[in-house]
């Protein structure tokens, strides 16, 4: 059983607030992920880590950051959540190193809704 | 690019009905495949993968295989049960630039299982 959490799992906040979304592993995972999923159900990524003091972006523009300065913390922030906002977010983690293919666990997600 | 797509749902069955999913994919080279699944207010779970052409993949009476002749990976179930009720999702393992390992990720397909 994979062992990633996020927190909270819903948050409904007002605009202009800055929220910092919570995702950790303890599985020891060199590669984490945001995920945005729209209510269509699609997933897109919108940032990864290769490791500590690695951040890249995504496929899909965000506003969001993200920092790694701990292998098993990946925290996303938006520094003025507006309604454009209102998603769900997934986080999500993945093993190995170099390039070899290794299968994602995901958290369970948070639940964001920007009034 | 690489791409994957899947057949619109929903999908409605009754219990013990048979099931398959539809996905293709458009991809260079070799990549792995998924199959997950994403219960109501979860993240998502690997349901089964397969890394290379021929290779069957199969969890909790699901199976796939990798049919590169054809570029599918279709899921299939004979005996749905209403638990199965859930939103299946197809990737495949996509090399970004770096050697970065990406998942690119169907649009889902929800499915609904009546007693």
């Known amino acids: 059983e994979a062992d990633i959490y996020q927190t909270p799992r819903y948050l409904v906040i007002g605009t202009g607030k800055k929220i910092t979304l919570e995702c950790s592993q303890t599985?020891?995972?060199?590669?984490m992920y945001w995920y945005q999923q729209d209510p269509g159900m699609e997933l897109h990524l919108i940032h990864y880590?290769?490791?500590?003091?690695?951040?890249e972006k995504g496929d899909l523009s965000s506003e969001s950051t993200v920092s790694r300065i701990r292998t098993e913390h990946f925290p996303l922030t938006l520094e003025s959540a507006r309604p454009s906002h209102t998603s769900q977010y997934l986080c999500?983690?993945?093993?190995?190193?170099?390039?070899?293919?290794?299968?994602?666990?995901f958290g369970p997600g948070t639940r964001l809704t920007v009034t | 690019g690489n791409s994957v797509t899947q057949m619109e749902g929903p999908v409605t069955l009754s219990e013990e009905a048979f099931l398959t999913i539809n996905c293709t994919y458009t991809?260079?080279?070799?990549?792995?495949l998924f199959w997950y699944v994403q219960y109501p207010g979860e993240g998502l779970q690997l349901l089964l993968k397969?890394?290379?052409?021929?290779d069957k993949g199969s969890n909790k009476g699901f199976e796939a295989t990798y049919r590169k002749e054809t570029t599918s990976f279709h899921l299939e179930k004979g005996s749905v049960q209403v638990s199965d009720s859930a939103v299946y999702f197809c990737?495949?393992?996509?090399?970004?630039?770096?050697?970065?390992?990406?998942?690119?990720f169907g649009a889902g397909t929800r499915l609904a299982v009546h007693p």
């Open positions: 599985m020891g995972h060199d590669k």
């Open positions: 991809a260079t080279g070799y990549p792995s």
């Open positions: 999500a983690s993945s093993a190995g190193t170099g390039t070899g293919v290794y299968e994602q666990y």
């Open positions: 880590s290769y490791g500590v003091n690695s951040t």
């Open positions: 397969a890394t290379k052409a021929d």
């Open positions: 990737a495949l393992s996509d090399r970004g630039s770096g050697g970065y390992n990406k998942l690119i």
